[in-house]
């Protein structure tokens, strides 16, 4: 069932599968934030593919130009 998912999240980004090429994931809530995780370690999303994964919080707090030096980082895996 797993699978299922992950090919539906790769299907997403169909065409710039290449790790070089960061992509990131959305997750909306704590709990999706989790479920992402763990699927996309299982799988070694991050080192295959090149996609990250955060939350909603962390996306809009990375926009705040007060927040510096931002929120998101490619490199912290």
Not at 11 to 22: M, V
Not at 66 to 77: A, M, R
Request: aromatic share 14%.
């Amino acid at each position: 069932m797993a699978t299922k998912y992950v090919h539906r999240l790769l299907n997403a980004f169909e065409g710039e599968l290449d790790p070089s090429i960061k992509k990131y994931l959305c997750a909306p809530c704590s709990n999706c934030k989790g479920q992402l995780r763990d699927l996309l370690a299982y799988y070694d999303v991050w080192e295959k593919y090149g996609i990250l994964y955060d939350g909603l919080a962390e996306l809009i707090v990375n926009c705040m130009v007060e927040v510096k030096p931002g929120f998101i980082e490619w490199e912290w895996h």
